[in-house]
């Protein structure tokens, strides 16, 4: 079993940019499909970017394509996302998430192994 650290997020003001990163524990890590969802407050928790076991594959939910971009490291357990042009609206706890699985998943019940969060809150 895979277990997920984020770390990046904090306060940035609209416009700017932050890179959130999930390390994970485990040996199984190349074989993870891996995702980030966000939940901001009153909201259901989306999709924003799922990739990949080595990284060919990407998908990305609608209101983020052209700026943020996910990555992976395999051979340092660790998954990204850049994050451009961010806007107030996109304040969240942004989650990293994973799956035992090869093919993406675009649901937040599609992945079984969840990080703890981490928030990002964008100025205005």
């Known amino acids: 079993q895979v277990q997920l650290v984020e770390s990046g997020g904090g306060l940035v003001q609209a416009g700017g940019s932050l890179r959130l990163s999930c390390a994970a524990s485990g040996r199984t890590f190349t074989s993870y499909t891996m995702a980030w969802f966000r939940q901001a407050p009153g909201k259901e928790r989306e999709l924003v970017a799922t990739?990949?076991?080595?990284?060919?594959?990407?998908y990305y939910g609608d209101s983020v394509k052209g700026r943020f971009t996910i990555s992976r490291d395999n051979g340092k357990n660790t998954v990204y996302l850049q994050m451009n042009s961010l806007s107030p609206e996109e304040t969240a706890v942004y989650y990293c998430?994973?799956?035992?699985?090869?093919?993406?998943?675009?649901?937040?019940?599609?992945?079984?192994?969840w990080g703890q969060g981490t928030q990002v809150t964008v100025s205005s």
């Open positions: 990739i990949g076991w080595s990284g060919s594959r990407t």
């Open positions: 998430a994973g799956r035992h699985y090869w093919a993406l998943g675009t649901n937040s019940y599609d992945y079984d192994t």
